[in-house]
T-cell receptor, first 114, second 114 residues
Framework: AQSVTQLDSHVSVSEGTPVLLRCNYSSSYSPSLFWYVQHPNKGLQLLLKYTSAATLVKGINGFEAEFKKSETSFHLTKPSAHMSDAAEYFCALKTPGSARQLTFGSGTQLTVLP | DTEVTQTPKHLVMGMTNKKSLKCEQHMGHRAMYWYKQKAKKPPELMFVYSYEKLSINESVPSRFSPECPNSSLLNLHLHALQPEDSALYLC?????????????FGPGTRLTVT
């Protein structure tokens, strides 16, 4: 069985400070991992993906994530938060070669304070 | 072009109405998906079409009826819905289901059942 755990349901940071959103996964196989962002009343936008190439993945809008197999983690970071980063963030997992679809974490609401 | 479009953006319908949601992509993707998303929750998979054939139905009530007329279009026909069906309905597409590729999401249709 595979699962995704987002360790914080809500994170607050001040504008200009670093962002860390935590994601742990469980998978019997080498997974593909994704981070999506969802602004209010919008669809999900792909921020970045890991598919067994480089373990440090750079995405859009200054976000990056590091795949750590030993820790089964795929945490999302950004050096300096902007007000526009305030949104819901979802970590998701897919096992290549499987017909099973994306397994989502429960989401982390990011608040950016002025 | 990595865009998935959905119409309408908003829909209000009574419990006896029949309506349809539409989704379109022009990325050459051969897998298309319907998700239902409640507030503050991750998307829940409803249906998967692979090469225009229904491959996954996640035990969705028959009042939801999907249709894939061709590789670019996906419809969701709605009939005799219940108030608890009110949600954001998201369409997504990707390369073939078995692969590790990411899903691209549309902006969603906000459905309210009165």
């Amino acid at each position: 069985a595979q699962s995704v755990t987002q360790l914080d349901s809500h994170v607050s940071v001040s504008e200009g400070t670093p962002v860390l959103l935590r994601c742990n996964y469980s998978s019997s196989y080498s997974p593909s991992l994704f981070w999506y962002v969802q602004h209010p009343n919008k669809g999900l936008q792909l921020l970045l993906k890991y598919t067994s190439a480089a373990t440090l993945v750079k995405g859009i809008n200054g976000f990056e994530a590091e795949f750590k197999k030993s820790e089964t983690s795929f945490h999302l970071t950004k050096p300096s938060a902007h007000m526009s980063d305030a949104a819901e963030y979802f970590c998701a997992l897919k096992t290549p070669g499987s017909a099973r679809q994306l397994t989502f974490g429960s989401g982390t609401q990011l608040t950016v304070l002025p | 072009d990595t865009e998935v479009t959905q119409t309408p953006k908003h829909l209000v319908m009574g419990m006896t109405n029949k309506k349809s949601l539409k989704c379109e992509q022009h990325m050459g993707h051969r897998a298309m998906y319907w998700y239902k998303q409640k507030a503050k929750k991750p998307p829940e998979l409803m249906f998967v079409y692979s090469y225009e054939k229904l491959s996954i139905n996640e035990s969705v009530p028959s009042r939801f009826s999907p249709e894939c007329p061709n590789s670019s279009l996906l419809n969701l026909h709605l009939h005799a819905l219940q108030p608890e069906d009110s949600a954001l309905y998201l369409c997504a597409s990707s390369q073939p289901v078995q692969g590790a590729s990411e899903q691209y999401f549309g902006p969603g249709t906000r459905l309210t059942v009165t």
